[in-house]
Structure formats: C-alpha cells, structure tokens
T-cell receptor, first 116, second 111 residues
Framework: NAGVMQNPRHLVRRRGQEARLRCSPM?????VYWYRQLPEEGLKFMVY????????ESGMPKERFSAEFPKEGPSILRIQQVVRGDSAAYFC??????????????FGAGSRLTVL | DAKTTQPTSMDCAEGRAANLPCNHS???????VYWYRQIHSQGPQYIIH???NNETNEMASLIITEDRKSSTLILPHATLRDTAVYYC????????????FGQGTILTVHP
C-alpha cells in the first residue's frame, strides 16, 4: 500500500525554466493538497484539488504557478519562468473523500526545487 | 482558525515521556486540535487529533483541558527517532486540509 508518491525528489532548474512536480495520492484518496516550505520557514498551504477541480487556490502565487489534478494520472504543480525565490521543498498531501473535521493528511516525502 | 502558541524547543531523555504543551485560548466550539510532526527533511506526519475528549492511539496521547484552551501531546516513551518539529494546529471542521503550520516545537530526544 504505497503512500503519497512525489517525483522528482530533487529538481534543479535555471532561472527562466519551467518546473513540473508530480504527485500520486494514496490509493482511495481523492483529495490532493500542495504545500511549500521555503528555507528556514514553516509550511504554507498552496492549493487544494479534487479530480478535475481546483477547490481552493488561495495560497498560490498569482503568477507563474498552476496546479491540476486530471481525471487520469497524477496531480501536477507547474512553475513557469522559475526565479531563485522559488527554491523550496514542495510537499503534496492527500486525504480520503472529505467529511467535517477531516484534516488527517498523508504527506509525501517532498520535491526539493533548486533554482540556479 | 485559532492561533496556537508552543514553546520553541524542548529536550527529553530517551525512554522518558515527552510532554509537549500547546496554548489555543481563542479556540471556538467547532474547532479541533491536530498534532503533526516533521522529522528533518521528511514530509509532515499526522499524529493525533481531538475535539474535547482525551485521545490515545499507537503513537501518542492527547490531553485537552476542560475549557479547551490548551492541550498536551504525550509521547509515552520517547526514542531518538522522535526527534522532530511538532506542530499543534487548531482548525475548524470545514477547512478540509488547509492547515496553518506555525513554528512548532523542536523536540530533541537525548540518549
């Protein structure tokens, strides 16, 4: 029973390139969340998705960042034209179909993006 | 979501109980207390949660005061692998995974 799978674990990009981070939720989980942890800072919520729907993207930067969770395949967090400030660990989490109080998330190991 | 206050760091001897406090004096009636931890360079890990009754699972116990303004996470027999940052999070029933992680408590377990 695999947990939340994220890849790549480490990604190096030069300024101006695109970064694509992938997340496969736990089996049976239909809700996906992305969090970002900047160096020496806490975890910050970015976006909450269900299949083919963005439910809450209040934590996403307004430009260059996008997320999707298609009907088939993993969730993708896409960062266009990366800048050095995007260097961070990006964590994906998943949860089963929601119910009130359902904040029991299973996190992946994270994808560490370094922008040169 | 209610704000939480935790000590910046704590130490514990291996094999002893680790008691991690959390203040959440502005908690409202429908808000739950959640605990997560993050071991260095890993993803956060869910530990336990509760509303008003004390809770216990295979990892820890959660003691919530009667007025619900504070709580304590208890690791009954701490091991070196419990060294981590522990986050106390208070959130309502409709927040659906949108968690606010503060600075947490750095717990160091010593041999």
């Amino acid at each position: 029973n695999a947990g939340v799978m994220q890849n790549p674990r480490h990604l190096v990009r030069r300024r101006g390139q695109e970064a694509r981070l992938r997340c496969s939720p736990m089996k049976g989980h239909s809700h996906v969340y992305w969090y970002r942890q900047l160096p020496e800072e806490g975890l910050k919520f970015m976006v909450y998705l269900q299949k083919e729907n963005i439910i809450d993207e209040s934590g996403m930067p307004k430009e260059r960042f996008s997320a999707e969770f298609p009907k088939e395949g993993p969730s993708i967090l896409r960062i266009q034209q990366v800048v050095r400030g995007d260097s961070a660990a990006y964590f994906c989490a998943s949860s089963p179909p929601s119910r009130p109080g359902a904040n029991v998330l299973t996190f992946g190991a994270g994808s560490r993006l370094t922008v040169l | 979501d209610a704000k939480t206050t935790q000590p910046t760091s704590m130490d514990c001897a291996e094999g002893r109980a680790a008691n991690l406090p959390c203040n959440h004096s502005t908690i409202s009636g429908n808000e739950y207390v959640y605990w997560y931890r993050q071991i260095h360079s890993q993803g956060p890990q869910y530990i336990i949660h509760g509303l008003k009754n004390n809770e216990t699972n295979e990892m820890a116990s959660l003691i919530i005061t009667e007025d619900r303004k504070s709580s304590t996470l208890i690791l009954p027999h701490a091991t070196l692998r419990d060294t981590a940052v522990y986050y106390c999070i208070v959130t309502g029933g409709t927040s659906y995974g949108k968690l606010t992680f503060g600075q947490g408590t750095i717990l160091t377990v010593h041999p």
